[in-house]
């Protein structure tokens, strides 16, 4: 029999009950202990999973039949929940980001090291199909070497009303710390470690509030790629895009979680082929076919054979909250693997969180 895993959980906001209900269907995860929330809502989500009474984190990390503490309190609780947790003996996922600031982070990594305990970061981005399918594309240098790329997302601040914790830096970190660690730590997967050499801040005019962030990261000697948020719209209208450009065309991705993706390239046989192999099922128009000398282009003074102008279509749009809950399962199915096995290499390790954070916080540093 596998060990059961006793989940604990700190946190009971709309996400955490969305991400614990997702984590209770995965095999041997029970959730075993509730804490720091005594609002209605947390109540009636003890009475949903069981769980007898909330009690506060210093009592549900000496319980024995907890055996993994889930954090997902604002930003400003993670360093002191997890250090609590840790030092009970408890593995720990923590919701992003690890922390508000490397000191605490590096505090964090040592005190689950030193125990041989579990400390990750829900950074469930790169469980998406889609990220191995660029990761594909990008080391087989199918279009060519990938030459920029940007990611704009224009989140809804409709849940935000002013006063929210999101809002106040002491709390949440700002935009860069809060939110863009998850495309931070996708790029890095693609693209490897990052350098922010441009950072800007947003202040919406009719109130003290950042509302929009840009920066540049380089990324090895040449490729530049460009982040912006912005947290301005309405439900409706919250959208997602990112769009990477190869010496021989371009790839989009569409949807904060991407399911979605368009190539438009022109290409030989072979990376026609290439291209249906990382994206099975895809629609291919063709827009022109070459023969002959037509075959023959030019790009950075480089001679590319073409055979045809393509665009390819792949995936569709899907119900965002139904494939979020997929990554998350195979989140925690991932860490909980490592838990039981220590030679289980994962996706996403307690390094990620580190990493993410450090280039939010130079971004952040140098957009004020």
């Excluded at 009971?12 to 997702?22: C, D, E, R, T, Y």
């Excluded at 895009?241 to 989009?252: A, H, I, P, Q």
């Excluded at 990554?327 to 490592?338: G, N, S, T, V």
Aim: glycine share 8%; with cysteine; net charge negative.
């Amino acid at each position: 029999m596998e060990q059961e895993i006793g989940l604990g959980v700190v946190g009971f906001g709309g996400f955490g009950l969305f991400a614990v209900q997702q984590f209770a269907q995965v095999p041997g995860v029970r959730v075993a202990g509730m804490s720091g929330t005594h609002r209605e809502a947390a109540y009636a989500a003890a009475q949903r999973f069981g769980v007898p009474d909330i009690v506060e984190i210093e009592t549900m990390v000496r319980q024995p039949e907890v055996d993994l503490v889930y954090i997902a309190t604002p930003p400003f609780l993670h360093y002191s929940q997890a250090v609590t947790a840790l030092q009970a003996g408890k593995h720990v996922i923590c919701e992003k980001p690890l922390a508000m600031n490397l000191e605490e982070a590096d505090a964090m990594i040592a005190a689950a090291r030193e125990r041989d305990l579990l400390l990750a970061v829900d950074l469930m981005q790169r469980y998406n199909p889609m990220y191995d399918r660029m990761l594909r594309l990008i080391r087989h240098r199918v279009l060519g070497e990938l030459l920029h790329a940007y990611l704009e997302n224009y989140a809804t601040d409709e849940g935000l009303p002013p006063e929210h914790w999101f809002w106040d830096r002491n709390k949440s970190g700002g935009i860069f710390i809060e939110h863009g660690v998850h495309f931070f730590d996708m790029f890095e997967g693609w693209l490897g470690e990052g350098e922010v050499v441009a950072a800007q801040v947003g202040v919406r005019p009719s109130a003290p509030l950042e509302e929009q962030v840009h920066c540049t990261v380089r990324y090895g000697p040449t490729v530049l790629v460009n982040f912006f948020h912005s947290f301005t719209q309405a439900g409706r209208m919250d959208r997602q895009e990112m769009r990477f450009l190869f010496e021989r065309g371009d790839v989009t991705l569409y949807g904060w979680v991407p399911t979605a993706a368009r190539v438009e390239a022109i290409v030989n046989e072979i990376e026609t082929r290439q291209l249906l192999e990382i994206f099975p099922g895809a629609r291919l128009d063709i827009t022109e076919n070459y023969a002959g000398r037509n075959r023959r282009a030019l790009a950075r003074h480089k001679e590319i054979d073409v055979y045809q102008k393509i665009v390819l279509s792949f995936g569709r749009e899907e119900v965002k909250m139904h494939r979020y809950g997929e990554l998350l399962r195979a989140f925690i199915e991932d860490q909980i693997a490592w838990i039981r096995d220590r030679r289980h290499e994962r996706r996403i390790t307690d390094r990620n969180g580190r990493q993410s954070l450090a280039l939010a916080v130079a971004a952040d540093r140098l957009g004020h």
